[in-house]
Structures are given as C-alpha cells and as structure tokens.
C-alpha cells in the first residue's frame, strides 16, 4: 500500500514538473514566434501562458513591448513610403550616396538626368556617372564639416544618346544624418532655364541702350553742329534739321515697339479670341500699304484663292493687324524695285493660314531660326537705313503665340521670303438670316 502511495506520488509529481517544463516552453515558443512576426513588420500576438519566474517576467515585458514596437514599426515604413513619394514628385535630382561612393537612392528626376535605373543602387558612382563636376561635389561634401553644405554650379554635358542638350545644374550637397560615416545627399536644380532668361534679360538691356544711343548720338551732332556754325548757313541748316526729325522718327518706332514688346511679355494686352472675319481685314491692310508698294516699284496682290469669303479665325483683330501689317511691311522693305510682294490667305477644316511672300533679298539659312529674336538683323546697317527696329517679329512670334498660332519662315537667298502664320479656324459667325420675301411687311 506504501509502494502504491509512492509511486503514485512520484507520477503525479512527475506530471506537475512536465506540465511546468512545457508551459515555459511553450511560452519561449510563443515569445520566439511574436518577435519573428515583429521583425518581419506584422502584428504579434499576446503570449497568453505566463510562467512564474524570470521567463514570466521576459513575457510580461514582451506583451508590453510588442504593440508598441509594432506601431513604431508601421509609423516608420509610412512615413519611408511618403519620402520616398515626395523624393519622386520632385523636379530636383536627388542621389544619396554611402562613404564607399555607392548610390544608396536616386529619385526619379535624378534617374531622368544621369540615366539611371533601379540597378544602379549600389553600384559605384565613377561606374554611373561620368561627369568629373558631380564627383567633385561628391567628395567636396564627404570633406565637409557639419552642419555645413557644398553649393556649386556647372555645366552637365548631354548624354550623346539621347541627343540631350547641356544643361546648367546647381548642386547642394550635405552630409546625411549620422554624419559622413552615414554618407551624403546631393540635390541638383536645373538652372539651364533661369540663366538663360537672365543672359537674355542681359542682352537686351545692352542692346536697347545701344539702339537708344546711336540715334541720340546723331541728334547731339547734329544739334551741336547747327549751335557751332551750321544755323545761319541756309545750304546746311534745313537738312541737318530733317537728319534730327528722322532720327527722333527712329527712336518714337524704337521706344512705341520696346513698349509693344514689354506690354506683351507681361502680358498686359487682353485679347479677346474673337470669331473674325478675316479676308476684309487682309484687303484693307494691302490697300494701306499700296502707296508705299508702288512707291518702291512693288507689285503688291492679295490671293484667297476661291476661298469662302467670310472664313473666320479665332483672333483678336488688332492683333490680327499688327502681325500682317508688320510682315507686309517688312516684305516691302526687303523686296529691290521690281519685285512681287503676295498676301495669300488659304484653309482647312482646323487652320487658316496667312502668307505674306516677297520676291526680295531673302534671308541665309543659317539666320532664319534667329530672326524672330529681339533686335537680330541679317544686315544690321541695312534694317537701320530702311527704318527699322528689329524688334518687328520678334512682336509678330508673341502676338502669334498668344492667339494659339504658330509663325514659320521659309527663305532663299536673292529670291525671297515666305513668312506663314497658322491660327485657329473659327465656326462663321452668326449672321442675321434675311426674312423670307413672303414674310415681307405689307407695305
Ligand atoms: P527689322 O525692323 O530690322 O525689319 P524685324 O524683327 O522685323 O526687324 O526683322 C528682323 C530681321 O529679319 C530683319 O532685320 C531682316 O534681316 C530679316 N527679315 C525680316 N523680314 C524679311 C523679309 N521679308 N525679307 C528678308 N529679310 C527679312
């Protein structure tokens, strides 16, 4: 009976310490599982079995821990997807790169502008990037002290491939959190744009004031000649005096079109996109301009070419007459005696098209891209003899651009000019239908 007692004693202690061997296990299991799940982002369970002892007191602080790790977790990962949102809408290049020159990230204007793809992260920079100026202010930067930054700019040469033109890029460099050991940042901002408008900004200051001084030269010469000597003398006086008119005539076109241009550039002028009725508008600006044509021995014609007399663009009319009349102005200008000067007007179902050809000097290929820009003349001393400012198309490309238009030239030397501009077709106007004769009133 005693033997019976003990074993059974024994077998039931033996369980009881099973029981407990088991329950820490599993509790390490339990706790082993949760922190895996944890590593790979997801959500641990509570470890529901708490042992006694130091192992309870291990899964009491995991399920402490673990919600709070999991949120930290998750907030982080958001807040990566979000940067890296932010990094990809950005016009500026981004690269990150770590203190062995590897790329670490490059967002996707950075990728646009070195030619770089998603395996490029890792490579060595020297391997992806041939620009000396970019290695450059990758080490500049790794020399940096923080909380300092590298700013330079440079010119990137285009990637022959591609066909890319240079640009100008200004870069920002500066070491990333944890200092150089963690790597560097660098963002580069295209400034091919900006500069090139600042250089434009530049010539046209230098060549309005040039433009303003030669005229204002000649006046002061000649006011200082009639002062000195000239007044009394009737064979001079008169024509010195004329010289001074023409040249104020010079400087009031000058100023009205810097003013014209200036006015446009801001765009100050509000046009209104009007259906217009075009060829009445073309056949009075040739008859204004038929004095002058026959004066020079022109033959000067307009053609619409069977074309439905009330074709309507979609324009502002002034605007409509400053572009023809600046162009048949300059076709009667650069067209010898002799010569033809046509205005033909022609359609299709979208555009209108106005011609304005001339059978005069023509202008060399190599000019025609730059003859719409402020104050570019083939023959400067010519344009000037014949009255002109230079500034005639660069006022006919805007005037064009701002009715949705387009203006092409097309030119040979000692032939002549084709000056085309397409705009907008408009539906005709509503124009009031007659009463029918029946519906006449009773007399
Ligand atoms: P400008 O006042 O000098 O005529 P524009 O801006 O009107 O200035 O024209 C720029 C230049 O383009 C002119 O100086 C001239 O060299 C050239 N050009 C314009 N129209 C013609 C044309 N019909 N035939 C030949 N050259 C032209």
């Keep these: ?102 790329l670490l990230f490059a967002n996707a204007s950075a990728d ?97 004031s040039h433009e303003l001084k030669t005229p204002l030269a000649s006046i002061k010469a000649y006011a200082e000649t009639l002062i000195d000597w000239a007044l009394e003398d009737p064979a001079v006086n008169r024509r010195f005096l004329e010289r001074i008119a023409e040249q104020i005539d010079r400087l009031d076109a000058l100023i009205r079109d810097m003013l014209a241009l200036a006015r446009l550039e801001a765009n100050q002028d509000v046009f209104r996109h009007e259906p217009l009725v075009l060829i009445p ?40 007459r400053q572009i023809v009349d600046n162009l048949i102005d300059n076709a009667i200008k650069y067209t010898p005696p002799g010569g033809r000067v046509k205005v033909v007007c022609s359609a299709t179902a979208g555009e209108v098209a106005v011609e304005v050809s001339d059978t005069g000097v023509g202008i060399p290929r190599e000019d025609q891209g730059r003859i719409f820009e402020r104050f570019y003349r083939v023959d400067r001393a010519r344009s000037r003899e014949l009255g002109g400012t230079g500034l005639g198309l660069a006022i006919v490309k805007h005037l064009v651009s701002s009715l949705d238009g387009r203006v092409e030239v097309a030119s040979r030397l000692s032939s002549g000019s084709r000056f085309t501009v397409r705009l907008p077709r408009a539906a005709a106007p509503i124009t009031p239908v007659a009463p029918p004769a029946s519906a006449a009133p009773p007399p």
Excluded: C, K, W
Excluded at 79 to 100: F, I, K, T
Excluded at 161 to 190: E, K, N, T, Y
């Design 1 to 102: 009976m005693m033997a019976y007692l003990a074993s059974t004693l024994v077998a039931v202690a033996a369980v009881a310490i099973l029981a407990i061997v088991l329950r820490r296990a599993r509790a390490a299991r339990d706790v082993a599982r949760g922190l895996a799940r944890l590593a790979e982002g997801r959500r641990a369970r509570p470890v529901l079995v708490l042992p006694s002892g130091r192992l309870g007191a291990l899964v009491a602080a995991f399920n402490a821990a673990a919600p709070e790790v999991h949120e930290r977790t998750r907030r982080l990962e958001a807040d990566r997807q979000q940067l890296r949102v932010v990094l990809g809408a950005m016009a500026e290049a981004v690269l990150a790169v770590d203190p062995r020159r590897r």
């Design 112 to 208: 646009a502008l070195f030619g770089l793809d998603a395996s490029s992260v890792g490579r060595l920079m020297p391997e992806l990037i041939r620009s000396p100026q970019v290695h450059d202010a990758v080490e500049a930067t790794f020399r940096l002290v923080h909380p300092d930054a590298y700013l330079a700019e440079f010119a990137l040469p285009g990637r022959d491939v591609l066909r890319l033109a240079p640009r100008i890029l200004s870069v920002r460099g500066s070491p990333l959190p944890g200092g150089q050991a963690a790597g560097a940042v660098l963002v580069f901002h295209d400034v091919t744009d900006l500069r090139r408008l600042e250089r434009m900004r530049q010539d046209f200051v230098a060549n309005a």
């Design 281 to 320: 508008v073309l056949e009075r600006l040739v008859e204004a301009h038929r004095d002058r044509a026959e004066a020079g021995d022109l033959t000067l014609s307009i053609d619409a070419g069977g074309l439905d007399r009330g074709v309507t663009v979609l324009a502002d009319e002034e605007a409509m």
